[in-house]
């Protein structure tokens, strides 16, 4: 189930048009907790020039509206390092 979210993250966010994007499963350090049943627990590393002359906050929030739907769903906990190219 873990790679296949990665797939649909990833597929979510091809919207943005990373130019590196990196999803580690934590799953493993949230066994026990409540909503580790109801999704995943995710680390992102993504850069994208769309997220030139953003905040960290509009970027963040960017990815949450991109991912909305599997945030429902599939995602339980998601954090979030999102550079522009620039920033490298």
């Known amino acids: 189930m873990t790679k296949e979210r990665i797939r649909m ?3 979510g ?3 943005l048009n990373p130019l590196k ?8 350090l949230h066994v026990g907790h409540a909503g580790a049943k109801s999704g995943g ?3 992102l ?3 994208s020039q769309s997220f030139n002359n953003m905040t960290q906050i509009n970027r963040h929030k960017l990815i949450y509206e991109t991912l909305s739907e599997l945030l429902k769903t ?10 522009s190219p620039e920033e490298l």
Do not use: C, M, T, W
């Open 45 to 47: 590393y993504i850069v």
């Open 41 to 43: 627990h995710f680390k």
């Open 21 to 28: 994007i990196e999803i580690e499963d934590e799953g493993h």
């Open 13 to 15: 966010l091809a919207l």
């Open 9 to 11: 993250i990833e597929e």
């Open 74 to 83: 599939e995602i339980h906990a998601l954090s979030i390092n999102a550079k």
